[in-house]
């Protein structure tokens, strides 16, 4: 049996796929993400970060979303493709 290594939006690196497992944050925050779509068991990708790390764009639903990388912090992950940081190989 293998383990997921569960992380956050903010840890992805671009090309990363993952399902999203728990969406956090309080009040206001939190029913935004979740009328943005992101709600737990929706398969996210990482597309782009910009050059200083802030905001980086997600593909999910067919739209693409951009999210502040403090926003991005409080969406619990499960990879479902390795990361570069991983040695993992894209098929």
């Known amino acids: 049996m293998t383990e997921t290594a569960i992380l956050t939006l903010d840890k992805m690196k671009p090309d ?13 925050l939190r029913l935004r993400l979740l009328d943005m779509g992101l709600i737990p068991g929706t398969k996210i990708r990482l597309t782009k970060v ?6 980086m764009q997600f593909h999910l639903r067919g739209y693409e979303l951009t999210l502040r990388k403090e926003d991005a912090a409080v969406i619990d992950i499960a990879m479902t493709s390795p ?9």
């Open 16 to 28: 990363d796929e993952a399902v999203i497992t728990k969406v956090g944050g309080e009040g206001p």
């Open 50 to 55: 910009a050059p200083l790390g802030d905001p």
């Open 83 to 91: 990361t570069k940081a991983q040695g993992g190989e894209k098929l």
